[in-house]
């Protein structure tokens, strides 16, 4: 089957960094992506890793590790307004995207 | 570009009643994806089209549910007979960039079946 993992919720402080790790089980996934959620709205779209190693874009990054199964979203000077979920997602090469769980972030003062 | 357009942005309706949910994708965009969320079970994909045709429904839960794409710029989600674990906010997708980039998502339709 396919399936990704990732924490339920992280904290972190304004202005700090904070790391989202996210694992997965599956044959078929066609690199990693991540998307974020504000409460009532749709996901949006953050990074493709189709390659190992390190994408960055402003203050997100985003890491993978295809030996490992494994991938992390790196998110630099926190704000308030970077509270939200983050999502993985495994997109196989027919188009297929799924989504982890999601990892609820709270930045607080 | 308007982005995906999804409707009606809210639906409450009766059990037993039929629903149908509307969505025009990014023209151009050749994927179109029904997704499904809800606290108990995050981003469900539920069916997607390339180039209007099925690709893949097995995520669609049961018969009550039924999705059509008559053309590349309309879909339609139909759930006959509606029930009240249908409940959940339904998004529609599009995506032309290529595996994995820029999946545009719609504003979503938050269905209540009471």
């Known amino acids: 089957g396919q399936s990704l993992e990732q924490p339920s919720e992280v904290t972190a402080v304004e202005g700090a960094i904070v790391q989202i790790n996210c694992t997965y089980q599956t044959s078929g996934f066609y690199g990693l992506s991540w998307y974020q959620q504000h409460d009532g709205g749709a996901p949006t779209f953050l990074s493709y890793?189709?390659?190992?190693g390190l994408e960055e874009t402003g203050r997100f990054s985003s890491f993978l590790s295809r030996s490992d199964s494994y991938g992390y979203l790196l998110l630099q000077e926190l704000q308030m307004k970077d509270s939200a979920s983050y999502f993985c997602a495994g997109p196989s090469n027919t188009g297929k995207l799924i989504f982890g769980q999601g990892t609820t972030l709270q930045v607080k003062p | 570009d308007a982005g995906v357009i999804q409707s009606p942005r809210h639906e409450v309706t009766e059990m037993g009643q039929e629903v149908t949910l509307r969505c025009k994708p990014i023209?151009?965009?050749?994927?179109l994806f029904w997704y499904r969320q809800t606290m108990m079970r995050g981003l469900e994909l539920l069916i997607y089209?390339?180039?209007?045709?099925?690709?893949?429904d097995s995520g669609m839960p049961e018969d009550r549910f039924s999705a059509k794409m008559p053309n590349a710029s309309f879909s339609t989600l139909k759930i006959q007979p509606s029930e009240p674990r249908d409940s959940a906010v339904y998004f529609c997708?599009?995506?032309?960039?290529?595996?994995?980039?820029?999946?545009?998502f719609g504003s979503g339709t938050r269905l209540t079946v009471v």
């Open positions: 890793n189709a390659l190992d």
């Open positions: 997708a599009s995506s032309g960039q290529g595996v994995g980039y820029g999946y545009t």
């Open positions: 023209s151009g965009h050749d994927y």
């Open positions: 089209f390339n180039n209007n045709v099925p690709i893949d």
